[in-house]
């Protein structure tokens, strides 16, 4: 983090800000559900600890040292504390108004610049996939000094999935036209869920339009660089409006509520591609091929604060039959990836995650399932790490490779 001591400039949108805090009644009881609380077990990585920060950072009563910061850094957004809060404070904006005035005291450096940008972020992965530097750039990484963070984004480059090999599907009328939003980093690495997903949607006979526009301007917001995100919603409002679908659907919990929530394009409703196959009145009509193996599902804290819509996924899976599919324990709720946070703050990214991995271990799966690209990547390089075979994937990328209504 850059070093700065300075307090804060006052905004004209203070009061609203202002508002939101006081609307924290300091009761304590999300304390519990913050897992950089339970990490640290202190107040100042708590959300009332950073509610508090905010507050003192907007009136001048805290300095903006790189300590206090610090603590602001650290929180991972995941909105555990926003969906048990009894006083519904929305923790969400607080954080993201407050990094915002943050962002105008300290220049980000050029890696947040980077991690921030998501044409640059899915520029740097396709060409990533297109060198297949997950195979090199590890060996690289150990060029960098230890601790610095370029070694890390180097350390943890994904591997790239490769295409599912799926059955052709008879010819179907098509009876709708949905789109299918790419996303950034999903783009790349998470192709084969993008493919599953468009393959089970055309098993249902809807037409299928992928988004040629990015980014929900999820990554830029949550750094508080809220006009970035607010011109990457824009241009993906443009492009989903004149895309002649009905609905718009993620496969990324992590791309869904910023889509829903800041984007919002207008004659388009936003789903969860997993929820809309399953609530879809042909959904009963596909088979699927039984699979006798024992899956450990991972919900990341995107789909249970924000997506919602938990039980569909089970719903979902439950059609391969013999499959066995089991709750990863819910604490810590975070796996530590948050967006680009696993690269930013190693530490307690992966502090969290090592804890995830020995619950998955414990379970004795066959496969890891997970519907968040942030999620997949960072579990599944801590299994490349400790070299595991098992593999994360999306439920959606299971249920297209045994769907069964297919030709051979
Ligand atoms: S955010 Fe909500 S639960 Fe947490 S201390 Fe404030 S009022 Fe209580
Ligand atoms: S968003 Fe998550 S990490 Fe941040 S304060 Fe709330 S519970 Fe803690």
Not at 147 to 161: F, T
Request: hydrophobic content about 40%; proline content about 7%; some cysteine.
């Amino acid at each position: 983090m850059t070093g700065v001591s300075a307090h804060l400039p006052v905004c004209p949108d203070n009061p609203p800000l202002r508002g939101l805090i006081d609307a924290c009644v300091m009761c304590g009881l999300c304390l519990p559900h913050c897992p950089t609380y339970r990490l640290a077990g202190n107040e100042a990585e708590s959300p009332r600890g950073r509610i508090a920060l905010a507050a003192g950072l907007i009136d001048g009563a805290i300095e903006a040292d790189s300590a206090a910061l610090s603590h602001l850094d650290h929180c991972l957004g995941c909105l555990s504390c926003q969906t048990v809060c009894p006083s519904q404070v929305r923790y969400d904006d607080i954080l993201v108004a407050t990094r915002a005035r943050l962002d105008a005291l300290r220049p980000p450096s050029r890696l947040r610049r980077a991690l921030r940008d998501p044409r640059l972020l899915t520029r740097a992965a396709r060409l990533a996939a297109w060198t297949q530097a997950s195979r090199w750039l590890p060996k690289l990484a150990t060029l960098f000094p230890a601790r610095s963070p370029w070694r890390r984004l180097a350390q943890v480059e994904p591997a790239v999935p490769d295409p599912l090999r799926l059955r052709a599907l008879p010819a179907t009328p098509k009876r709708s036209r949905v789109a299918l939003l790419r996303g950034c980093v999903a783009s790349v690495y998470d192709r084969d869920t993008l493919q599953a997903a468009r393959y089970l949607l055309e098993a249902l006979g809807h037409e299928v339009v992928e988004t040629s526009s990015e980014c929900c301007g999820a990554l830029a917001r949550h750094a508080g660089d809220v006009a970035g995100a607010a011109r990457a919603a824009d241009e993906t409002r443009t492009t989903l409006e004149t895309s002649g679908a009905e609905v718009v659907l993620t496969c990324a919990s992590g791309c869904h509520g910023d889509l829903r929530d800041q984007v919002r394009p207008q004659g388009l409703r936003v789903a969860d591609a997993l929820a809309f196959l399953v609530e879809d009145a042909r959904w009963p009509t596909l088979r699927f091929r039984a699979l006798e193996k024992c899956a450990a599902l991972h919900l990341p804290c995107t789909q249970v604060n924000v997506v919602g819509d938990v039980g569909k996924i089970r719903d979902a899976l439950a059609r391969i039959p013999a499959l066995s599919i089991t709750d990863l324990p819910q604490q810590p709720r975070c796996c530590g990836a948050a967006g680009t946070y696993f690269i930013e703050n190693p530490g307690i990214a992966d502090a969290l995650r090592d804890e995830k991995l020995a619950q998955t271990a414990a379970l004795e799966p066959d496969l890891l399932l997970t519907t968040n690209i942030g999620c997949r990547i960072h579990l599944g390089n801590g299994l490349r790490e400790s070299k595991s075979p098992l593999e994360v994937t999306h439920p959606l990328a299971l249920l297209a490779r045994h769907l069964d209504n297919a030709s051979p």
